[in-house]
């Protein structure tokens, strides 16, 4: 086009709709800005919580690093028009050594620095990520990195923590017992979940391998478990357990609630099982509640 140098950047800019800054009126320095969220008014109401979510943040999960998921936020009185937002960030980072460790010790750690941050009565946090873990072929031996998601949630009100949860969820195989019953052979088998999450009793001791506890009170119930790596030897060993072994999502769910409510350092619990079902285009599922 003529009359245009075009390989020159800011005649580019200004061909496709760019222009010069203004001269601006407000201030640029910090000390001379209006601080709006610290407004002191009636703002009608109290906020419960307020803060950021959806936060993909590197963690560490025991052995191997992860990503995590976050949700952080504190409560609002009612004179304050808002919180600061940046100040969140801030207090995980005080935790962040190439990669915040997703433990209860760590989430307590950052709740204590962002109550003090952001100066309000209450902060709570919830962190989800995947888990890896060794997991060995149960013939063979042979080892390889399995996975599962798992979740922490934490609340603090004054100086006490009122809430502490920990989460999972799991992959299973299960195997129809109606089917193997009514047929003359085989039976239909699907690849099933198991979600749970438990509420912590703050009075007693949590153990350090509880990952490992939970997880195998969801996969032990099953008609067998799933493993990164099978040879020949394996999967024949897999699919008769599965076949001796047949649960419908009812028998499953109770069986992993048993082991959970035997656990002492757990007050209560959710469970869900769902089987993405090999016969049919819906899903089974079942849920349960437990308060000790």
């Known amino acids: 086009m003529v009359g245009i140098d075009f390989s020159n950047r800011e005649a580019r800019?200004?061909?496709?709709?760019?222009?010069?800054?203004?001269?601006?009126?407000?201030p640029k320095n910090k000390e001379d800005m209006v601080d709006l969220q610290n407004t002191k008014k009636d703002f009608l109401f109290s906020v419960d919580s307020v803060g950021i979510n959806n936060l993909k943040y590197p963690v560490v999960i025991g052995d191997y690093q992860s990503v995590g998921t976050f949700e952080l936020a504190t409560s609002l009185e009612r004179d304050e028009k808002g919180i600061n937002m940046s100040r969140i960030l801030e207090s995980l980072e005080t935790e962040n050594n190439k990669g915040v460790s997703l433990d209860f010790e760590t989430i307590e750690k950052v709740l204590s620095v962002l109550q003090k941050n952001m100066k309000q009565k209450s902060a709570e946090l919830t962190a989800t990520g995947t888990w890896f873990f060794s997991k060995y072929?149960?013939?063979?031996?042979?080892?390889?990195?399995?996975?599962?998601?798992?979740?922490?949630?934490?609340?603090?009100?004054?100086?006490?923590?009122?809430?502490?949860?920990?989460?999972?969820?799991?992959?299973?195989?299960?195997?129809?017992?109606?089917?193997?019953?009514?047929?003359?052979?085989?039976?239909?088998?699907?690849?099933?979940?198991?979600?749970?999450?438990?509420?912590?009793?703050?009075?007693?001791?949590?153990?350090?391998?509880?990952?490992?506890?939970?997880?195998?009170?969801?996969?032990?119930?099953?008609?067998?478990?799933?493993?990164?790596?099978?040879?020949?030897?394996?999967?024949?060993?897999?699919?008769?357990?599965?076949?001796?072994?047949?649960?419908?999502?009812?028998?499953?769910?109770?069986?992993?609630?048993?082991?959970?409510?035997?656990?002492?350092?757990?007050?209560?619990?959710?469970?869900?099982?769902?089987?993405?079902?090999?016969?049919?285009?819906h899903d089974a599922f079942s849920r349960l509640k437990y308060t000790k």
Not at 13 to 26: A, D, L, N
């Open 137 to 281: 072929s149960p013939g063979t031996n042979l080892h390889a990195v399995a996975n599962a998601d798992v979740k922490y949630h934490a609340e603090y009100d004054g100086e006490t923590l009122t809430k502490k949860q920990f989460g999972m969820t799991g992959m299973i195989t299960t195997l129809c017992p109606c089917s193997k019953e009514i047929s003359e052979y085989s039976a239909h088998n699907q690849r099933g979940y198991i979600k749970v999450l438990l509420d912590i009793d703050n009075t007693k001791e949590l153990p350090e391998d509880y990952k490992e506890i939970v997880y195998n009170a969801l996969e032990i119930n099953a008609s067998s478990q799933l493993y990164p790596i099978l040879k020949r030897t394996d999967e024949k060993m897999v699919t008769e357990r599965a076949y001796e072994n047949p649960r419908f999502v009812e028998d499953l769910i109770r069986l992993v609630a048993y082991d959970l409510a035997d656990l002492d350092w757990v007050k209560g619990f959710e469970v869900e099982c769902r089987n993405e079902e090999s016969i049919h285009q």
């Open 13 to 26: 800019y200004r061909h496709f709709g760019s222009v010069e800054p203004i001269k601006g009126t407000k």
